[in-house]
Structure formats: structure tokens, C-alpha cells
């Protein structure tokens, strides 16, 4: 299982490819040390708590498809306990950040299409060994599993156009440097990582561990859940 520190060298690389001058500013300012203060969250609106829990995952990590095969359960218990969960993926040194980059301008654009857009580019490498190594094979292979025409069901507005286009600029790079960071905050060496934000601050966290199986987490994370809104 990779380190969080190849995970964090991959967001270094990420960040080399930014090109708006606004973004280098933000990504060498004194405030990018903090990144949870000015930069826009992973995820879509504010919880009725305003308690936020964030999964940072892999799209590469055996672990983190498993665990997304419960997100629906899980997400059903934090907004029963008036949270939100959301799916805030990280990419590792060595592996393609179009993924992420896609499914961040997914949520971002149509949000009510995320999930089936996260669950396909988990097909995508897993089981079908797509390695995704720029945007055209991601957009190609989005098209093929006829994504267009399923996300319509979803959202009338749909266009998988809008996505490549947002995916190539540079505001889904602040959700990559988000989730980056927070991984570096949490200290955890393995994902999925689950945080529970309130006010910008993480206040609490709860992690896989090398050889935890994957059922377990989950579990971990629901009793989390039910035990009310987190604190210090």
C-alpha cells in the first residue's frame, strides 16, 4: 500500500502542472500551509450541522473500491445524523490524476452524476486495468460505458463535453490540493481516511490500518457516525 508520503509527492507533481498565475499565487502563499481556509471543500453544499465527513480515497487502492461499495450506506447513516459524506479522491506518485480531475469536475458541474461517474472510473483501472493516462482515454472510456446518455437520467443537463473541459482547467487543481492536504493533516499512512470537518478544522478521524479488512472500516466508520456529530 503506498505511503502518505508518495501521496503527497504526487500532489507536488500535480501542482507543477498549474498554470494560471492565481493558482501559483494561492499554491505558494503563507495561507497554503492551511489550506482548509480559503480554498473551496470537497463536496457541494453545507450539512445541517455544518459537520462535514470527507473519505479520502484512491482510485487505484483495492481498499478504497472496496470500502465504495458501502459509500450509499454510509452516506445514508451521516445524513440520518445530519452530516454529509463526501468522496474527496487522492492521487499517489506514479498514477494518473485524470481520474480525480474528472470526477471533481463531475461533482462540481452535476453533482446528482457523481456517483455513477466515481463507480465507473473504479471499473475503469480495477477491473478492467485502464491505466487512463490522459484525458482523452478517460473521456473514451466514459463514452463507451455510455455515461452521456445514463448521467442524463440523472441530470437533464448533462454533457460530458463540459466535464473534459472542466477537468483540464485549473479550479479542480484547488480540490486536488484540498484533499492533499488533508491527508497530511490526518497523519494516516493508509486510505480510505474518514475526517470529520466542522468550522475548517478536522475533529476527528478514523482510518484504515495495514491489514484491516475492509468491512471492518466501514463498520468503524457507521458506529462513528451513530455516536452523534464528532468533537474534540
Known amino acids: 500500500m503506498p505511503s502518505r508520503r508518495s501521496i503527497l509527492g504526487a500532489l507536488g507533481g500535480a501542482l507543477l502542472l498549474a498554470s494560471s498565475g492565481s493558482f501559483a499565487q494561492a499554491a505558494s502563499s503563507p495561507d497554503a500551509a492551511a489550506p482548509l481556509k480559503g480554498l473551496p471543500s470537497p463536496g457541494t453544499s453545507v450539512s445541517a ?25 454510509l452516506k445514508t447513516a451521516a445524513q440520518a445524523a445530519g452530516m454529509d459524506l463526501r468522496f474527496a479522491p487522492v492521487a499517489w506518485k506514479g498514477d494518473s490524476i485524470w481520474p480525480d480531475r474528472v470526477y471533481y469536475a463531475t ?74 492536504r488533508l491527508v497530511d493533516l490526518s497523519a494516516a499512512t493508509e486510505v480510505p481516511i474518514f475526517l470529520w470537518l466542522k468550522d475548517g478544522e478536522v475533529v476527528k478521524a478514523v482510518s484504515a490500518k495495514p491489514g484491516t479488512d475492509p468491512l471492518d472500516l466501514v463498520q468503524q466508520v457507521q458506529g462513528a457516525i451513530s455516536g452523534g456529530a464528532a468533537t474534540n
Open 49 to 73: 450541522t455544518g459537520t462535514v465527513i470527507v473519505e479520502l480515497a484512491n482510485f487505484h487502492c483495492d481498499r478504497s473500491r472496496r470500502v465504495n461499495d458501502h459509500f450509499g450506506r
Open 107 to 180: 461533482r462540481d458541474l452535476y453533482p446528482a452524476a457523481e456517483e455513477l461517474v466515481r463507480e465507473t472510473l473504479f471499473d475503469g483501472i480495477q477491473r478492467e486495468g485502464m491505466g487512463f493516462e490522459d484525458i482523452a482515454q478517460v473521456m473514451a472510456y466514459l463514452d463507451r460505458r455510455q455515461i452521456a446518455a445514463r448521467a442524463l437520467d440523472l441530470d437533464g443537463t448533462f454533457s460530458l463535453a463540459k466535464v473534459a473541459d472542466r477537468a483540464a482547467n485549473d479550479d479542480v487543481l484547488y480540490s486536488e490540493m484540498k484533499a492533499g
